[in-house]
């Protein structure tokens, strides 16, 4: 059975940090881009940040430049956000995906788009004083 499990959601003050994951279980992520996203309450989803099979690649959503960081240890199966000085726009549910392509294509960046991908159940952000 696949399983992509997210990690790391929680609780923080504006300009503070948290880390998630994306563990994979039943499927190599060697041999596929993954996405991280986020839904708001109200809001369609969005694209956070992409990064290719390899690592060699990496695409953020504007909103996000800068504060957040994407990585990858396929030795482990598992990709990263690194969230850095979180605003009160940031909260959110946050998703993984994974889809099987070698890049990050604008249609799964933007919006998830993926054939025969897989997606994880997210993992809640909330940024309060």
């Known amino acids: 059975q696949v399983q992509l499990v997210e990690s790391g959601g929680g609780s923080v003050q504006p300009g503070g940090s948290l880390r998630l994951s994306c563990a994979a279980s039943?499927?190599?992520?060697?041999?596929?881009?993954i996405g991280w996203f986020r839904q708001a309450p109200g809001k369609l989803r969005e694209g956070v940040s992409c990064?290719?099979?390899?690592?060699?690649?990496?695409a953020y959503a504007d909103s996000v430049k800068g504060r957040f960081t994407i990585s990858r240890d396929n030795a482990k199966n598992t990709v990263y956000l690194q969230m850095n000085s979180l605003k009160p726009a940031d909260p959110a549910v946050y998703y993984c995906?994974?889809?099987?392509?070698?890049?990050?294509?604008?249609?799964?960046?933007?919006?998830?788009?993926?054939?025969?991908?897989?997606w994880g159940q997210g993992t809640q952000i909330t940024v309060s004083t």
């Open positions: 039943g499927l190599t992520l060697d041999y596929y881009a």
């Open positions: 990064i290719s099979s390899s690592g060699g690649s990496t």
């Open positions: 995906a994974a889809t099987p392509s070698p890049s990050c294509t604008s249609g799964f960046m933007e919006t998830g788009l993926t054939t025969l991908g897989y």
